[in-house]
């Protein structure tokens, strides 16, 4: 089966609300390059990097879904690995899209609901905000104590967790928000938060969750954001009846 690359992106533009969740400007959401007119086959991934887009040469993908974008560091000249990138999509017809915090946030297919769910949270509401949205979820534990939480992140995202313990022993609130969410310690204990589950911060945040009483949890930024790009792939391939497939590039970050 194939499907009109125009029909895939308008599904994920309108699904993801493009047009109206906010972004930093790098994240250029949306389609990013245009490719085959027909998509058999989609692969996701969480960036957008050359390894990845080989991968999605190989693998004979049409149309290749991404997290992470191809313009984070600005407007640039296509040249080095920049141009390796474009060439590479272009010469294979392969589209690129990209989805940043529509993903993030999106209270279905998102990163952070998902791995709140995967946390065994019962979601309570949202959490954290850019520009005015919101992009992550806040849910009530099954089990209360620390130690629980992080094995069950562990077991989550597949790898080890590092763990700043500055709040207390039991658990009623937690906070998730993938990537790259330590900036957000200061809301999440201002929220009543026990607990803030994020990808990654900076050194700081030691000193932050500590002296403010909240347990830090950080699973990797890379790790956090797996999720969303299965479930839109999954969602994708039900709704126009295509095959997807997950090219895993870790960062280890």
């Known amino acids: 089966?194939?499907?009109?690359?125009?029909?895939?992106?308008?599904?994920?533009?309108?699904?993801?609300?493009?047009?109206?969740?906010?972004?930093?400007?790098?994240?250029?959401?949306?389609?990013?390059?245009?490719?085959?007119?027909e998509v058999r086959l989609v692969a996701v991934a969480v960036d957008a990097s050359l390894p990845v887009v080989r991968s999605a040469v190989e693998c004979g993908a049409q149309l290749l879904v991404v997290h992470h974008g191809m313009f984070w560091d600005g407007l640039r000249p296509l040249t080095g690995?920049?141009?390796?990138?474009?060439?590479?999509?272009?010469?294979?017809?392969?589209a690129l899209y990209s989805a940043h915090?529509?993903?993030?946030?999106?209270?279905?297919l998102g990163n952070c609901v998902l791995l709140a769910r995967a946390l065994g949270l019962d979601v309570?509401?949202?959490?954290?905000?850019?520009?005015?949205?919101?992009?992550?979820?806040?849910?009530?534990?099954?089990?209360?104590e620390p130690e629980a939480?992080?094995?069950r992140l562990e077991a989550a995202v597949g790898g080890p967790v590092r763990v700043l313990d500055?709040?207390?022993e039991s658990l009623?609130?937690?906070?998730?928000?993938?990537?790259?969410?330590?900036?957000?310690?200061?809301?999440?204990?201002?929220s009543g938060m026990d607990a803030l589950v994020t990808g990654e911060g900076s050194h700081h945040t030691f000193v932050d969750a500590h002296e403010l009483g909240i347990h830090v949890l950080y699973g990797g930024h890379y790790a956090t954001e797996t999720f969303g790009v299965k479930a839109l792939a999954a969602?994708?391939?039900?709704?126009?009846?295509?095959?997807?497939?997950?090219?895993?590039h870790p960062s280890g970050l």
């Open 124 to 144: 309570q509401g949202r959490f954290g905000e850019f520009e005015g949205r919101p992009i992550g979820f806040w849910g009530t534990p099954r089990e209360w």
């Open 235 to 248: 969602h994708v391939a039900e709704r126009f009846d295509l095959e997807w497939t997950f090219l895993d």
């Open 149 to 151: 939480l992080v094995r």
């Open 172 to 190: 009623a609130k937690v906070a998730v928000l993938t990537g790259g969410g330590g900036s957000f310690i200061e809301e999440a204990a201002r």
């Open 1 to 37: 089966m194939s499907a009109p690359l125009s029909d895939i992106v308008s599904f994920l533009d309108e699904d993801l609300r493009i047009e109206e969740v906010p972004d930093y400007p790098g994240a250029v959401n949306g389609l990013q390059l245009q490719g085959a007119g």
């Open 81 to 94: 690995r920049r141009f390796r990138r474009v060439e590479s999509l272009i010469r294979n017809g392969v």
């Open 101 to 108: 915090l529509p993903l993030d946030a999106h209270p279905e």
């Open 166 to 168: 500055g709040g207390g």
